[in-house]
């Protein structure tokens, strides 16, 4: 029996998933192993499909694969054009020769938020919707959009994909892309907890006390009532809303999907971003509709074995 | 003869134009009158049309009309969806019906940083390039973007508009659409001139001693060595590099083609925008191309133009 194979290549973890091979998407089994970013791409991958083959059911074999990964990826060539800080030698790197001398079958590969939106759309919160801006908001932040119907790329497969690194505050810390201000530099998660404990009202608040600087620590002091959590989750609040509004005005969806790790707080979270978005977007035809990726964790997983499938066939 | 008559309905004034009606484009007369935007759409149209008919050669006929004008256009409907301050009462109004009535002919429109785009790029110099975005840095600061060959547009023709209204501050200060921090509320040439006498060094600068305050007088500050009109400089040179990041990043052009007012400055501008886009600006594959527009007072006129042109044949 045909499966398809599935990689979403993350920064600490890389999820593994193995799909049946015809239509409608079936998840059979999905795994991870830590990403070893910094022992090169060739590790990674390896241990990846090594994992894959010991999970893949008997008498059964991989007749296609999907990557998903942070970065630039040229989709016709499976090739990555640039990345920020992780897999760092995977720029260049000939994933479609891997994929044939290890699985003896053909690659379809993109960035991981197009991944993301494309299994959002097809299998969860953006089904028969034709417009779609997608933001996750975790370590970085990545994004998407859908236009018309169609994954929209651009000639440099980047349009779509910059969302992080829209500037929201030309003055704002110096980003690891190198400009200043990009919206992840400022909100980021890693951003967020380098900055918590730089603030002079850090040790004295909750957060402070007991040695945290995650998302869920900052909304629980926050219903505590600590004037510190409370500042910089409003704080927050306003340069995700900021994001969504640039991401709103660049491409004109009538849904927003939002997902990764911050969105594991998003029965407090949504509400606050809907409500300014709703209040500042300009859109005179009505109002952007929100929801919650439905796979926060697998969306990625669902693209790439889309991505493959749409190419392939 | 027929003719294509052309409307660039600005705030401070209506430029007008006359096209032979084939290809390729010949403006064979342009006029201005003032837009009279507090006295209503349909009094500054039937001036503008006395103006036109006024100046058609005699046994010509007007045989299109295409207007571009500020705000978000319904190009299917001709209808204006939205507009910011100037020309209120234009929403809503139908500008086919008053386009039969008045010419007896079809009538085209656009948003006119659309319509300045595609003048721009088939008439000008964005000529032969498939991937181009337009800022026009004037009074208001409009934006439009060509995505492999195409005008992006939107599902509510709002999508490569709104770069002005990109959040370049979410805590900047309040932008006539109701948000803060818009690219325009921080950098357009009304703010400026507002910002500029509100700030402690400006009286005492070179710009305070003349009672000025617009772009020209800021650069020869500048080039007189005023230490104060280079801070502001320096601050709306990394205001609009900002503003042009963003739309590389969410278009992926080749080229940016900037016009508007303040590029009546460009040999200054444009090499101190150069350099940091080009520095800052996340495009592994090269360096988008710089180009001041061609025809910085009729690009709009050359784009309706073609619009008709192009709806209509």
């Known amino acids: 029996m045909g499966k398809i194979a599935a990689m979403d290549l993350g920064g600490t973890n890389i999820k593994l998933g193995l799909f049946e091979e015809e239509y409608p998407a079936q ?8 990403a070893l970013s910094q022992e090169g791409i060739l590790r990674a991958l390896n241990a990846a499909a090594e994992e ?30 640039s990345v920020n800080a992780k897999f760092a030698d995977a720029v260049s790197f000939d994933f479609s020769t891997w994929c044939r001398r290890t699985f003896s079958c053909e690659l379809a590969m993109d960035n991981d938020a197009n991944a993301a939106l494309l299994g ?11 417009n779609i801006a997608l933001m996750t908001l975790g370590t970085g932040i990545g994004t998407a959009a859908i236009m018309d119907g ?29 400009n200043r201000g990009c919206l992840e530099s400022l909100a980021g998660s890693r951003e967020i907890e380098k900055r918590l404990p730089t603030l002079s009202g850090y040790t004295k ?24 959590a ?11 809303a900021a994001g969504i509004i640039n991401l709103i005005h660049a491409y004109d969806p009538e849904l ?54 749409e190419q392939k066939i």
């Open 52 to 81: 894959l083959r010991a999970n893949l059911p008997v008498g059964s074999e991989i007749r296609g694969l999907g990557i998903g990964m942070p970065g630039i990826v040229d989709i016709r060539r499976n090739r990555l054009c």
């Open 27 to 34: 998840l059979i089994w999905q795994g991870s192993i830590p």
């Open 120 to 130: 959002e759309s097809t299998w969860g919160a953006g089904s028969g919707w034709r």
């Open 150 to 178: 169609r994954l929209l790329r651009g000639t440099h497969y980047q349009a779509g994909n910059m969302g992080g690194h829209f500037v929201a505050d030309p003055w704002g810390p110096l980003c690891t892309c190198g």
């Open 256 to 309: 927003v999907i939002l997902s990764g790790g911050i969105m594991q707080s998003a029965p407090v979270i949504l509400p606050e971003l809907q409500a300014r978005v709703w209040k500042y977007a300009w859109t005179p035809w009505g109002q952007v509709e929100f929801a919650v990726a439905t796979h926060p964790n697998e969306s990625v997983l669902y693209g790439v074995y889309t991505l493959f499938k």
């Open 205 to 228: 608040s909750r957060m402070g006390r007991d040695g945290r600087t995650d998302m869920k620590a900052l909304i629980e002091a926050c219903q505590a009532g600590d004037a510190f």
């Open 230 to 240: 409370n500042r910089e989750f409003d704080r927050l609040m306003s340069l995700y």
